[in-house]
Nanobody, 114 residues
């Protein structure tokens, strides 16, 4: 069964860093783009970043310059390095495999305290 498993979330103070990982199992995903999304408390899920199968990244304006997405195809894993975290980055973070339909992970909680 194909699945995505996120890890690396937690509690961090504003200005700190976290690195999220998303491991895909069940198949090779080297030919698929992958993305990170987040759902802040009481709000809808929103786009954070994505990376093409060839490693080209794209970011939401709100995280540009602070977050970095990368992938390691040999490990079927995509990462999200989050620096200079802000309280408003608090959310459940989900990774997505871009296929039809999208495949989503279960999410990992990121809480940024002031």
């Amino acid at each position: 069964q194909v699945q995505l498993v996120e890890s690396g979330g937690g509690l961090v103070q504003a200005g700190g860093s976290l690195r999220l990982s998303c491991a895909a199992s069940g198949s090779s995903f080297s030919t698929n783009a992958m993305g990170w999304y987040r759902q802040p408390p009481g709000k809808q899920r929103e786009f954070v970043a994505e990376i093409s199968s060839t490693g080209i990244p794209f970011y939401a304006d709100s995280v540009k310059g602070r977050f970095a997405i990368s992938r390691e195809n040999g490990k079927n894993t995509v990462y999200l390095q989050m620096n200079s975290l802000k309280v408003e980055d608090t959310a459940v973070y989900y990774c997505a495999l871009y296929r039809s339909p999208y495949l989503w992970g279960q999410g990992t909680q990121v809480t940024v305290s002031s």
